[in-house]
């Protein structure tokens, strides 16, 4: 099981640890974003501090109508116990968790400041 807090502007937390360069892993704490179908978002300084491998350049329209374009990233997360190669997009904004690492999970959250939320692996 993974889990996850929501934190004081009602959002939820679910720390991630994905492996940097030297095979070590680095926790990052993405917000959920239910909007944002990718896997994972992190500032290029975070991307820079991995040192994840380039893959591509792509754009996207984001939440507030502008269009960026964007660097995009493999990486190794830890997805319930297990590694998983993902892509990642550099946008220097607060890292968000996409659905598509949620993809044949459950999720249930106690949405108050501080409630638990908790991903599991459809049975």
């Known amino acids: 099981m993974i889990t996850g807090t929501v934190n004081a502007r009602h959002e ?6 994905v492996r940097d360069a030297m095979g ?3 926790m990052v704490a993405p917000v959920l974003d239910t909007g944002f ?9 975070v991307v ?7 893959r591509s350049q ?5 939440a507030n109508g502008t269009v960026e374009q964007f660097d995009i990233y493999s990486a ?4 319930d116990g297990v590694p ?19 993809v044949g999970f459950d999720l249930r959250v106690r949405v108050r400041v501080g409630g638990r939320a ?3 692996v459809i049975p």
Request: proline share 9%; aromatic share 4%; charged share 10%.
């Open 58 to 62: 792509a754009q996207a329209v984001l």
């Open 12 to 17: 939820i937390v679910i720390p991630v640890p």
């Open 37 to 45: 179908t990718g896997s994972l978002t992190v500032p290029p300084r």
């Open 118 to 120: 908790e991903i599991q």
């Open 76 to 79: 190794i997360v830890v997805w």
């Open 48 to 54: 820079a501090s991995l040192g994840l491998t380039w």
């Open 84 to 102: 998983r190669t993902i892509l990642v997009q550099a946008i220097d904004t607060i890292p968000l968790l996409g659905m598509a690492l949620l």
């Open 24 to 26: 070590q892993d680095q």
